[in-house]
Structures are given as structure tokens and as C-alpha cells.
């Protein structure tokens, strides 16, 4: 599997940006997704994730601001980002859990040790 992220760039605060991910092979829709970033001198942090039923998790922070889908006969997920602030601006990582497992709560969609393919990261810059 392989995943292309896409859409990132310089935006002010308050600006919106829309994040893609393509992913390559014909199993898309049966991959968990999620979005991962990580800012500069810190360690990667949840974003949000999007199960392959449809399931809808997000960082509490998060909530309200960003959206997150899929399209699968795209092969492709996305992020909506609104209201971007600085703390925003990170690198954002795509990721994929293609192993089928079940999970019983949403804290496994928070673990990156869940997610066994990564895209190569794309930069959001948000200037104040």
C-alpha cells in the first residue's frame, strides 16, 4: 500500500485547508485511515480517524474544526481543516491499518503502533 498525502501549504489564521490522501491498491475500503501530525521538536499526535464502516474519531481539541472523510471509489481520504491556527502547523501524515482487526473502543485509532502503512507527510504552515 501506498499513500500519497497531499494538499498542504501556507495559509493565515483563520483559513481553511482541505487535506488529501490517495491511497494505491483495490483493498481501500477495507483499511482503517487516519490522520496523524507533528509539529516541529514534538511527537506525532492524533489527528483524526475514519474506520472502514464508516466509524468517526477525533483529538477533543480538534472537534468542530476539522472534518474528516473518504471517498473509496476514489481510494482517497480526506481532512477539512477550518479556522487554522498557529499551533495548527505541523506535518500531516496520512496512515493506513490494512490488518482487519476489530477494535472494541476508539483508543486504538489514537495509537499510531495501530496503523501499519504511512504516507510521506505534507507541511501546513499557519502564519498569525
Known amino acids: 500500500v501506498q499513500l500519497q498525502a497531499s494538499g498542504g501549504g501556507l495559509v493565515q489564521a483563520g483559513d481553511s485547508l482541505r487535506l488529501s490522501c490517495a491511497a494505491s491498491g483495490p483493498s481501500f475500503s477495507r483499511y482503517d485511515m487516519a490522520w496523524f501530525r507533528q509539529a516541529p521538536g514534538k511527537e506525532r499526535e492524533f489527528v483524526a480517524a475514519i ?27 480526506y481532512l477539512q481543516m477550518n479556522n487554522l491556527q498557529p499551533g495548527d502547523a505541523a506535518v500531516y501524515y496520512c496512515a493506513a491499518d490494512s490488518s482487519g482487526r476489530r477494535y472494541s473502543g476508539a483508543s486504538s485509532y489514537y495509537s499510531s503502533l495501530t496503523y501499519d502503512y504511512w504516507g510521506q507527510g505534507t507541511l501546513v504552515t499557519v502564519s498569525s
Open 51 to 77: 474506520s472502514r464502516n464508516g466509524g468517526i474519531y477525533y483529538t477533543d481539541s480538534m472537534k468542530g474544526r476539522f472534518t474528516i472523510s473518504r471517498d473509496n471509489a476514489e481510494n482517497t481520504v
